[in-house]
């Protein structure tokens, strides 16, 4: 907002308290018909300043930058919300333009809150203003003397209201975004070069980055400044690599891992895609503690720990497995895993660890998920060189996949 706007309120205000005092004879006569014109001049200068600065349109037609405005975000009671409104009404009345911001309404704890999201930072400030406008309408009707309840109860309103805008403004909230790109050292600096822009990184991970010099990630964070980027989360780029999140005993899954099974084996690229498997479970609180299972019981996780094993430990047979487990469904996993080509040791060994590291393998993978990439349900899940896709066959290499459904099983 321009210094000469502000300044021009706070005259403004400062006039109409000299006023005040001039009502209750307080100044000498010839006062009166300076401040009769000194408030007019005033009001029809900061008319003047909106019309030629365009500072009191409010319209959100900000020109697009490089980075997102950031949201303010206020949590406010019914009174306080009506002083809002009001106040914005009154100014959209005197100075014209128009205000958008969004209004949710929920139930918590014992009380209804109104919640008020605005993305357009002029407006916050010029909300601040007609609030101001507002409270000095209403101390000007005051009588300091005799203070009735209600008038207690609009002040108390105000203060906790401006309290809040205050707060919003020091505190707004900015939008994480994800890109992909290369970190790179430039001298003492180091950038993240994406399809589109390089970025200066910045924030706490950026330590974190410094052994990826050349190599791609999917960061996430934020764009505060043109030009740079604050990093608060990254995973490497897995080239040329599809994780499928599942859940073993989900349909929609064991479709898509059928489906998968059978193009992999008879595609002839010359660079097969990696097909990597990770399992969904979840987790509760049972006596204070974190307690994880599978939403289609304890058979489901006891396949999904037999497959994560498998997985880990068998790399070679793990695919093998898989194809065995989508020919004979019901079948135990002990004789499957011998069909995959694992011996009597072998299958001691894997039962041992799925009954001795049960909870610690499903905290372990339940953790991935979430630390990398926030999955909580949705099987199955599509994840390409670390990006979630929604329809395979959209990218270039599963252009020849037979259509899967689109259906998810979830907790």
Known sequence: MPLTLIVVYAILDLSLTVRRFYNQNCLAGFVKNSMKYLLLALRLLVAALAIS?????????????????????LKLTLNEYSILNASEVDGLIKYGGSGDFQVTMAKEGNEVTWTVTIDN?????????????????LVQGLNPNSIDPSEKVAL????????????????????????????????????????????????????????LNGKPIIADGFVKVPGEFELTGFIDKQTNTLELFVMSHCPYAQQAESKLLA?????????????????????????????F?????????????????????????????????????????????????????????????????????????YETMINRYGIVDASPSYFWEGEQVRDLRKIEVFKGLDQLKLETCSN
């Open 53 to 73: 600065a365009g500072c009191l349109t409010l319209d959100a037609s900000e020109s697009i930058t490089s980075f997102k405005t950031p949201h303010h975000i």
């Open 121 to 137: 930072p002029r407006l916050m400030e010029l909300l601040g203003i007609f609030v101001g406008e507002k409270t000095v309408k």
């Open 156 to 211: 108390e309103a105000i203060k906790s209201l401006t309290q809040k805008m205050e707060y919003a403004q020091r505190n707004p909230i900015w939008d994480s975004i994800k890109l992909t790109g290369l970190v790179v050292q430039q001298g003492t600096n180091w950038m993240f070069q994406t399809k589109d822009d390089t970025y200066q990184l910045a924030g706490g991970k950026l330590a974190d980055v410094r052994t």
């Open 263 to 291: 193009f992999l084996s008879q595609t002839n690229l010359a660079s097969k895609p990696q097909l990597e498997l990770h399992y969904l479970f979840y987790k509760t609180k049972q006596d204070g503690k974190d307690v």
């Open 293 to 365: 299972g599978s939403p289609h019981g304890d058979d489901e996780a006891t396949e999904d720990l037999v497959q994560m094993a498998i997985r880990d430990i068998h790399p070679n047979q793990f695919l093998a497995y898989l194809r065995e487990r989508v020919i004979h469904p019901d079948a135990t996993w002990k004789s499957l895993a011998e069909k995959a080509g694992l011996n009597a040791a072998d299958i001691a060994l894997l039962d041992k660890m799925i009954t001795d590291q049960r909870d610690s393998m499903m905290r372990g993978e």
